[in-house]
């Protein structure tokens, strides 16, 4: 199976920094939601949210958001946006799904969460 760190170096950053758009992202341990509003979508949590020019645009960076990364570059294209974004969100699903079966036998929430960043620190590199 393809690492997120992989999918990222080989199908994003691939293109140039010409192609690509510099998004910072906050820290944050709140739900993500995104949402569309009369202004556009926007990818909310707890009090903040970053907008964005699209759904998917949304999509994307919620799935690098929640792997931990603080700064992401994001594809200028539409068009290719939305063509990554589905194998994208299975990656994503996948690996959260192996990371969960892991982490089922450990019982204190602080350390799940611990566990879970150190584990996507190492699956983005």
């Given at each position: 199976?393809?690492?997120?760190?992989?999918?990222?170096?080989?199908?994003?950053?691939?293109?140039?920094?010409?192609?690509?758009?510099?998004?910072?992202?906050?820290?944050?341990?709140?739900?993500?939601?995104?949402?569309?509003?009369?202004?556009?979508?926007?990818?909310?949590?707890?009090?903040?949210?970053?907008?964005?020019?699209?759904?998917e645009e949304?999509?994307?960076?919620?799935?690098?958001?929640?792997?931990?990364?603080?700064?992401?570059?994001?594809?200028?294209?539409?068009?290719?946006?939305?063509?990554?974004?589905?194998e994208?969100?299975?990656?994503?699903?996948?690996?959260?799904?192996?990371?969960n079966?892991?982490?089922?036998?450990?019982?204190?929430?602080?350390?799940?969460?611990?566990i879970?960043?150190?584990?996507?620190?190492?699956?983005m590199?």
């Amino acid at each position: 199976m393809k690492r997120l760190g992989e999918f990222y170096k080989e199908r994003v950053l691939r293109l140039g920094k010409k192609s690509l758009i510099k998004k910072e992202l906050y820290n944050n341990k709140d739900e993500i939601k995104i949402i569309k509003d009369l202004y556009g979508w926007k990818l909310h949590f707890g009090k903040d949210a970053i907008e964005c020019r699209s759904e998917e645009e949304a999509r994307y960076l919620k799935v690098f958001f929640e792997a931990g990364l603080r700064e992401i570059y994001i594809p200028k294209s539409p068009r290719y946006l939305q063509q990554i974004i589905p194998e994208l969100e299975e990656l994503k699903a996948k690996t959260d799904e192996i990371i969960n079966s892991y982490l089922e036998s450990i019982l204190d929430p602080k350390m799940k969460i611990k566990i879970r960043k150190e584990v996507y620190i190492e699956i983005m590199k």
